[in-house]
């Protein structure tokens, strides 16, 4: 349940978005408030280094508090061997960044089938935020 916000309607609340986004993820993969954070930090920190400054400003007015999530993204130091990137490139249809983040994406326990479920359910949750545009940008770099 997202906590209200003392002193303000939550839906007004800045963080209210991004609160929302998460806890939808959570209820609907069926995942912890902690993979559901790491993730979706990790696929929005992938879709903002890859898209220009102008369209990240787009998806990032989507969800006011973008950064409070892409800050909860963790990091991986851990260089994967060169065969098992190819593997993880095809298993992610020919994305080679997304098959980078397999070690970061270990860390919150997700594994290739929710990593590709959260990609769906998070473009799903930009396009009804902020409309087909928002979500076409975000599909363009996470599928």
Known sequence: MIPEVVGSSPIS?????AMEMI???SEQLGISRRQAEGGAGLLLEFAQQ???PGDFIRVADTIPAISDVI???PRSNRRLPRP???NLSRWFGGLGGLAGLAG???KVGCDQALIVAMVDALVDFFQEQGGEEVAALLRGVLR
């Not at 609340?13 to 978005?17: E, S």
Request: aromatic letters at 10%; zero cysteines.
């Open 71 to 73: 800050g909860k993204a």
């Open 84 to 86: 098992l990137l190819e």
């Open 13 to 17: 609340h800045p963080r209210y978005i």
């Open 50 to 52: 890859r898209l220009s």
């Open 104 to 106: 970061a994406f270990e």
């Open 23 to 25: 806890e939808r993820l």
